[in-house]
């Protein structure tokens, strides 16, 4: 079964990306987003983070914990980009 261990260091990276998404979510609820829709399109890129920082090595493999880490940060990089820069924001005129 799965096991998870949140070490210091997961603890920060953590912390880091619920100020990115506090930061995302007060954005975007004044430009008439709703506060559902920016969390609801974060939660996967936080599930996969969570495995593959926190799964126990006995489980995960590193070939796994690579490929779901990678998957992680190339999403939560692009909703980062996409709530925070504004690659949606309407004045822009794309």
Known sequence: MWEFE?????????????????????????MGDTTRSVIFSYLPGFFALFVGLSGKDKVITKAFRAIVLFLAFLWLGYMALHYLIGFHNPFWGN
């Open 6 to 30: 949140v070490s210091r260091r997961d603890k920060m990276v953590y912390l880091i990306c619920l100020i990115v998404l506090a930061i995302s979510v007060y954005i975007n609820v004044e």
